[in-house]
């Protein structure tokens, strides 16, 4: 059940991820998007 959950946040994490390089953000914004990640994942 645990294994699911993982890999349906990694499929979603995945999408957003191209969708932000769809975008042609600028990497600052791309940067503190994936340290928001980061912390959001790890310190829920």
Do not use: H, T
Request: charged share 30%; hydrophobic share 40%.
């Amino acid at each position: 059940m645990y294994a699911q959950k993982i890999k349906k946040d990694l499929l979603n994490f995945l999408r957003i991820i191209k969708l932000m390089f769809k975008q042609k953000k600028p990497l600052p914004e791309k940067q503190r998007f994936f340290k928001n990640l980061y912390e959001f994942s790890y310190f829920p």
